[in-house]
């Protein structure tokens, strides 16, 4: 009888936890729909404003991924555009907030074309990088994203010298040199172990944002 009794407790208490579980999983459900409307929506639009410049949002590229630690993911988007000869571009990375797209972080690029740019990010941890590559020369920029922010925590810079040798540099969120070990250190406090993941960015046509934007 006893026995009974505990399971029937069991099984009470089995149901009010899947209960309150449901409306935080439909909350999470319709935050994402929602984030996904609007990031579908900005990368339709032809005159977005960044830093005082508008530009056209149709003329890029995206990739979609959840790095801050919610069921809402973040966008990133490259805009490239031309400038007689000259194909520029503008980096981009965008969260769900306050019912609609919130800029998080962006910087122009330059030339596109003459750097090997890659992205990525530690899902779930708050966490994206830029890696850009010139020629003889390699940096990777970590930023942090908290409480709507985001903030350079850490830099890494390679550099091939003539002759043949690896120079490898370290800094923080100073600017200030540190060693290997130490960067390793507050990388590790930042993500544990948890490993990068790169961006695949996509072309911004109908198609891709119907498959991807999800």
């Known amino acids: 009888m006893k026995r009974m009794k505990k399971l029937a407790g069991l099984m009470i208490l089995t149901a009010l936890f899947a209960a309150l579980l449901l409306p935080m999983d439909a909350q999470a459900a319709t935050a994402k729909r929602s984030a996904l409307k609007a990031y579908d929506k900005l990368l339709q639009n032809k005159?977005?404003?960044?830093?005082?410049?508008?530009?056209?949002?149709?003329?890029?590229?995206?990739s979609v991924a959840y790095i801050d630690n919610d069921s809402v993911?973040?966008?990133?988007?490259?805009?490239?555009?031309?400038?007689?000869?000259?194909?520029?571009s503008r980096l981009a990375l965008f969260t769900y907030k306050g019912k609609k797209a919130k800029l998080l972080y962006t910087r122009p690029l330059g030339l596109l074309g003459d750097y090997g740019n890659k992205y990525g990010y530690y899902k779930k941890k708050g966490v994206f990088f830029t890696e850009f590559a010139h020629g003889m020369y390699e940096s990777r920029s970590l930023y942090k994203i908290s409480k709507g922010k985001t903030a350079l925590k850490l830099y890494k810079e390679d550099e091939t010298l003539s002759s043949g040798k690896s120079k490898i540099t370290y800094e923080?969120?100073?600017?200030?040199k540190i060693?290997?070990?130490?960067?390793?250190?507050?990388?590790k406090k930042m993500v544990s172990a948890k490993k990068a993941?790169?961006?695949?960015?996509?072309?911004?046509t109908a198609a891709n944002r119907a498959r991807y934007v999800k």
């Not at 960044?50 to 995206?62: A, D, P, T, W």
């Not at 993911?73 to 520029?88: A, H, M, Q, Y």
């Not at 993941?197 to 911004?204: F, V």
């Open 47 to 62: 005159s977005y404003a960044i830093e005082g410049q508008k530009y056209n949002l149709r003329n890029s590229v995206f």
């Open 73 to 88: 993911p973040e966008l990133l988007v490259r805009i490239d555009w031309r400038s007689g000869n000259n194909k520029l």
């Open 172 to 176: 923080d969120a100073a600017g200030k």
């Open 179 to 187: 060693t290997k070990a130490k960067f390793n250190q507050t990388l």
């Open 197 to 204: 993941t790169w961006m695949e960015l996509r072309a911004n």
